[in-house]
């Protein structure tokens, strides 16, 4: 099956750790993305990547890190310096830019809590 | 399953009846929308999209308005069965924009039997 792969489902994270959300697609996609999801609100850009290796800040990347080594993962970090990590987190591919349509799929999501 | 939003707009119909959900949009620049639901504890799924050079599209059971004057976009569900219950999001963005979508806050769509 096609399609864009989140693990885990559900991530606890204690005070200080550093916790990592893996996202992998086999869509063939060269752009990836991730958003937090807020209760009340809607989707908010951490980090995109158009390409391997390389990869950009959205509107609210303080306290996350991201890496794109392989076209297939874009796993995100959480890191202790997000001071309130407790959402939902999404995760999708979209196809490069070529003067078509710029859908975004989304995968399952991972809810993220903190103990 | 998991809330995505304890707080957003909420549409109840009865089943049977057509929704109409609401958007307004922010960039009057912007040539590509795109309307996707998400069911409880799951990723957003795409419904239906329009280019602004149209202001009408069809899909199954689903129709999507576009009014560039006001910067307004709907989504009609003819017909609105209980597994239409979702919120529902709209996206826009800039042909020259590569791959980047600004997601509106979304609309709780409720469906009574």
């Known amino acids: 099956d096609g399609g864009i792969t989140q693990s885990p489902k559900y991530l606890f994270r204690k005070e200080g750790q550093n916790v990592t959300l893996s996202c992998e697609q086999n869509l063939n996609h060269d752009a990836m993305y991730w958003y937090r999801q807020d209760p009340g609100q809607g989707l908010r850009l951490i980090y995109y990547?158009?390409?391997?290796?390389?990869?950009q800040k959205g509107d609210i990347a303080e306290g996350y890190s991201v890496s794109r080594e392989k076209k297939e993962s874009f796993p995100l970090t959480v890191t202790s310096a997000q001071k309130n990590p407790t959402a939902f987190y999404l995760c999708a591919s979209s196809a490069p830019y070529r003067g078509g349509k710029n859908i975004q799929y989304f995968g399952a999501g991972t809810r993220l809590s903190v103990l | 399953g998991e809330s995505v939003g304890l707080h957003l707009p909420t549409l109840s119909v009865q089943e049977g009846d057509n929704s109409i959900i609401n958007c307004a949009y922010s960039?009057?620049?912007?040539?590509?929308f795109i309307w996707y639901k998400q069911e409880s504890g799951k990723g957003p799924q795409f419904i239906i999209d329009?280019?602004?050079?149209?202001d009408k599209r069809q899909g199954q059971r689903v129709t999507v308005l576009l009014n560039k004057t006001v910067k307004h976009l709907s989504l009609q569900i003819a017909a609105t069965q209980p597994g239409d219950s979702a919120v529902y999001f709209c996206a826009e963005t800039l042909e020259n924009a590569g791959n980047m979508l600004t997601f509106g806050g979304g609309t709780r769509l409720m469906v009574k039997p």
């Open positions: 329009i280019r602004s050079n149209m």
């Open positions: 960039n009057s620049a912007s040539d590509y």
């Open positions: 990547s158009q390409i391997v290796n390389d990869f």
